[in-house]
């Protein structure tokens, strides 16, 4: 196909089928949270998610109970094929306690959540006021905060 007849596409005149972009996927990465107990249940996981349109891999981390999914891919079809496997899954609950304004709440703090990880919280849902996230970095110098570095 050479360039007029890509411009000729994209802009919709000519003979050739509409350029649309409405119907491209996007290049990303799904992360779900799958209730697996053996190597057998990571295998059927692994196949059923690899037999998807669009997927260039799939990883899976049994002891943190985690599949990333990595393609060009929608993430709800990514979880209805994980369920369809018969295993509980979700999307990926979890977040790096350091993205969290206040990772020991209760709505956060999750005991089974991987060392590092607290649950992510909609603020929203569950306060119902905006909270507002300070940077890490503004506070990291200040006199009010007992961990600021005392370089000074």
């Not at 007849?5 to 779900?32: A, C, P, R």
């Not at 349109?53 to 981390?61: A, L, Q, R, Y």
């Not at 929608?74 to 018969?86: D, F, R």
């Not at 977040?95 to 929203?124: E, I, S």
Request: overall charge positive; hydrophobic content about 30%.
């Amino acid at each position: 196909m050479g360039v007029g007849e890509y411009w000729s596409d994209f802009m919709g005149s000519g003979n050739h089928q509409q350029y649309n972009i409405k119907n491209k996927k996007q290049f990303q990465t799904v992360e779900l949270r799958v209730m697996m107990d053996c190597e057998g249940c990571e295998l059927k996981v692994k196949k059923a998610l690899s037999s998807l349109d669009g997927v260039k891999s799939v990883e899976i981390n049994r002891k943190q109970q985690k599949v990333t999914v990595t393609g060009y891919v929608e993430p709800n079809k990514v979880l209805k094929k994980a369920k369809s496997t018969k295993k509980k899954a979700e999307i990926w609950p979890y977040v790096p306690y350091n993205m969290v304004a206040h990772p020991y709440t209760v709505q956060a703090y999750d005991k089974r959540a991987p060392p590092g990880y607290v649950r992510r919280v909609d603020y929203f849902a569950t306060v119902g006021t905006v909270t507002t996230y300070e940077d890490p970095y503004t506070t990291m110098f200040s006199d009010e905060n007992p961990n600021a570095c005392s370089i000074m």
